[in-house]
């Protein structure tokens, strides 16, 4: 069997990640499996890349499988913090993964209390200017929706949206996120009308920035009912997006 050069396997990793990106699911988690054989094999179960490798493994089983992807993920977390140390980004990434999965399980409130660590350690390691640190931010507004406090998560969802249009172009892909989950929460609020223009405005922007095909729509199905059936049947948030 011909040699396996590290280079290739950080290509094919790269290649997972594009098709996941893609919506092909099924086809990044096989082939995220195929480079992690390789790479315990090659590089050892506790090198960077492997454990690279596991976290968009579990992030690709997550898009359905919560439970085990909180599993994976907390495995993850456990050899990052041995290997890299508690502080490391990508052990905060991992924990960032952990409450995500454990927010989708309807866990709302065990889910923002890792968030606000994970926070607090982005921001004492990354700055409060960082994509990952106003990621979490959004996801913190977002484990307080799924909570119930939805006059806080607007607010919050608000705070992260100014600083977003400060720090990235207005038609970042984030900035859209954050958009449709603010109206989320307005409609979680009752205020069917005001959320309504906005989920209008986010989903054209959407079509014209991200195209018809893009495989993570997060917003048509509201826009497209008649209002009598809004109230019980708001949207969820987007829940893709964040490291």
């Known amino acids: 069997m011909a040699a396996i050069i590290p280079a290739r396997l950080t290509a094919r990793h790269a ?3 594009a098709i996941d990106e893609r919506g092909r699911n099924s086809e990044a988690q096989q082939m995220y499996c195929e480079v992690l054989a390789d790479q315990q094999r090659v590089l050892g179960h506790d090198h960077p890349d492997t454990l690279a490798t596991r976290h968009q493994l579990a992030r690709v089983i997550g898009h359905l499988r919560y439970e085990q992807a909180e599993q994976l ?3 993850v977390l456990a050899d990052r913090q041995r290997v890299l140390g508690e502080e490391h980004p990508d052990t905060l990434a991992s924990g960032h993964a952990v409450a995500r999965a454990i927010g989708r399980q309807g866990r709302g409130q065990e889910a923002g209390r890792m968030f606000l660590h994970v926070l607090t350690g982005r921001r004492k390691i990354l700055g409060d200017d960082h994509p990952d640190t106003l990621a979490t931010r959004h996801a913190l507004a977002w484990s307080i929706t799924w909570q119930g406090r939805y006059e806080e998560a ?3 969802y608000r705070c992260v949206l100014a600083d977003q249009f400060r720090l990235l172009p207005g038609e970042h892909p984030h900035v859209l996120v954050t958009r449709h989950d603010l109206a989320w929460s307005i ?3 009752g205020r069917n ?3 309504e223009q906005q989920y209008r405005r986010v989903l054209a922007d959407q079509l014209r920035v991200l195209g018809e ?3 993570r729509p997060f917003t048509p199905g509201f826009i497209l009912r008649p209002r009598s059936q809004h ?3 708001t949207p969820k948030p987007n829940t893709s997006t964040g490291s």
């Open 15 to 17: 290649l997972a990640a």
């Open 73 to 75: 993920h907390r495995e």
């Open 154 to 156: 607007e607010q919050q």
């Open 187 to 189: 409609a979680k609020q």
């Open 193 to 195: 009308s005001e959320a």
């Open 213 to 215: 095909d893009h495989p």
């Open 231 to 233: 109230r019980e049947g």
